[in-house]
């Protein structure tokens, strides 16, 4: 049976369980995570901290066979938790959350076979094939969905099927086509070197997806490579330069008739855990670098590594979209890039659209859930 003491002079509960596993819970932490003071429906909390004094006790723990019963020292309160309650949430665990995946990383020798695929009309009408579909596709960073239907707006149903659609100052969909005046570089049909999309936003989009609607002209094939993985080697090869990437904020710029947008941001974005987050990577949009000058020299070198690495076949994948295929990838982790075309050769038209990775994670946890 679970035991629950009272440690008075570390104010905390320890717990043990039947399996062997015991833990200590902050008397703080047990009032503000009462279950009372959470809405029955909403499950957020109602509870106000400073309405308790910081130096709260509990006076008494009882255990039940299905309860933890405390009472408090100082306020006429009782709280109840499930021993489970406490087991999964305790202190330092990290909390359980479906949609927290290791990435896998892979490098030059991913075949195009090897990307994950599913099939659009699968995804459409399966819950269980989308699911598996997205944690895959997380792992990975990269995914592809064939059968896609030749409409334009076939891309965005799947995509709004995930998440809310990230709109940009390109609108809420794009067209990947060699356009009259074109504003950036993609409406082209020059190559475009493996990048990040719009590093110059505050927030870069997350997910990315492009459907191929025709591929037809010579050249345009298709290039990525895994930016995770790029920077795991480098801050084992060349910790210098992976430090002067991860703590360098440069400039970089979208410009136009009509916007202005810019944001600086280090090239290897960590999380708070040291882990790697996102990146940041766009030779077109880079900005005019603006470090002190005696810095400049450093940075460009470890710069040029990186980039250098970008160029690799260890590194990049080459492959080609065809109509009717969709690619997905994490932009803030996957660079994608494309060979020049020629527009006289044949149409190519990609049609594109985004969905944040807090949307994209939502989603995994809502068909996460038990039936
Ligand atoms: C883009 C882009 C790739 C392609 O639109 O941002 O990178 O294959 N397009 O045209
Ligand atoms: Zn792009």
């Known amino acids: 049976m679970t035991t629950a ?13 039947p399996d062997g596993t015991s833990a200590d819970f902050p008397f703080l932490w047990l009032r503000d995570n009462c279950p009372s003071g959470f809405h029955p429906q909403t499950q957020e909390r109602l509870f106000d901290l400073t309405a308790i004094p910081a130096d709260l006790s509990v006076a008494e723990a009882t255990v039940t066979d299905t309860e933890i019963v405390l009472t408090w020292d100082a306020i006429d309160h009782e709280s109840r938790y499930t021993p489970d309650w406490l087991y ?30 599913a099939n659009a009309a699968d995804l459409m009408a399966r819950d269980d094939a989308l699911l598996a ?127 202005d947008i810019r944001r600086h941001h280090t090239v290897i974005d960590l999380d708070a855990f040291g882990e790697l987050h996102e990146l940041h990577f766009n030779a077109h949009l880079a900005g005019i670098f603006d470090l002190p000058a005696d810095r400049m020299e450093a940075y460009y070198r470890a710069y040029r590594t990186i980039m250098q690495m970008t160029r690799s076949d260890d590194y990049v994948i080459t492959t080609r979209l065809e109509g009717g295929e969709m690619v997905i990838f994490d932009n803030r982790r996957v660079l ?19 969905v944040d990775r807090g949307e994209f994670d939502s989603r995994i946890r809502v068909l996460s859930r038990p039936k």
């Not at 949430?89 to 695929?117: E, N, Y």
Request: aromatic share 10%; proline share 7%; charged share 25%.
């Open 133 to 259: 579909f997205l944690l895959t596709a997380k792992k990975t960073g990269l995914a592809i969905v064939d059968g896609m239907e030749d409409d334009k707006d076939a891309g965005m149903t799947i995509a709004r099927r995930i998440g809310f659609l990230r709109e940009t100052n390109f609108g809420t969909t794009f067209e990947v086509m060699s356009k009259p005046n074109p504003n950036n570089l993609a409406y082209t049909s020059h190559a475009l070197p493996l990048h990040t999309d719009l590093a110059n936003q505050e927030l870069p989009p997350g997910f990315q997806f492009l459907h191929c609607l025709a591929n037809e002209a010579e050249g345009g094939g298709s290039t990525f490579c895994d930016g995770f993985a790029i920077a795991t080697d480098l801050r084992e090869r060349d910790p210098e330069a992976f430090d002067l990437l991860a703590n360098t904020p440069v400039p970089f710029r979208f410009q136009d008739a009509d916007y």
């Open 5 to 17: 003491t009272l440690r008075g002079n570390d104010r905390v509960l320890h717990v043990a369980w």
């Open 336 to 354: 994608h890039g494309r060979a020049a075309f020629d527009p006289n050769t044949g149409f190519r038209h990609l049609r594109g659209c985004y």
């Open 88 to 117: 999964n949430h305790r202190p330092g665990l990290g909390l359980a959350d479906p949609a927290k995946i290791a990435p896998t990383l892979w490098r030059g020798d991913l075949h195009k076979g090897d990307i994950p695929r």
